[in-house]
């Protein structure tokens, strides 16, 4: 079992720029595969970024193509979110999640973090 912390979070003027990271314990990061998810109040859960064991595929919403970038250092245990061009829209609580399989899906995930708050300003 796996225990996910994010951090990283904060208020960014929209334009600028934030680093997520999620830091694992218990296992190795690299056994799961591990996604990104956001939420604001009153929604659901939703996908934003994910890779698969080994890494072999990395989808992106299509709301944050070409401006986030997942990334991952197994010799460090953790999971970041580069956030670029940031808009107010993408003001959310950022969870990290891992599971054996890769999906768009939360409740197929087991292993959740506590949350992080982003807030863009415009």
């Known amino acids: 079992q796996v225990q996910l912390v994010e951090s990283g979070g904060g208020l960014v003027r929209a334009g600028g720029s934030l680093r997520l990271s999620c830091a694992a314990s218990?296992?190795?990061?690299?056994?799961?595969?591990v996604a990104w998810f956001r939420q604001t109040p009153g929604k659901e859960r939703m996908f934003v970024a994910g890779?698969?064991?080994?890494?072999?595929?990395?989808p992106y919403a299509d709301s944050v193509k070409g401006r986030f970038s997942l990334s991952r250092d197994n010799t460090k245990n953790m999971l970041y979110l580069q956030m670029n061009s940031l808009k107010p829209e993408d003001t959310a609580v950022y969870y990290c999640?891992?599971?054996?399989?890769?999906?768009?899906?939360?409740?197929?995930?087991?292993?959740w973090g506590q949350g992080t708050q982003v807030t863009v300003s415009s």
């Open positions: 218990g296992r190795s990061l690299s056994s799961y595969a």
């Open positions: 890779t698969s064991w080994g890494d072999r595929t990395t």
């Open positions: 999640a891992a599971d054996t399989y890769l999906s768009i899906i939360p409740v197929q995930y087991r292993f």
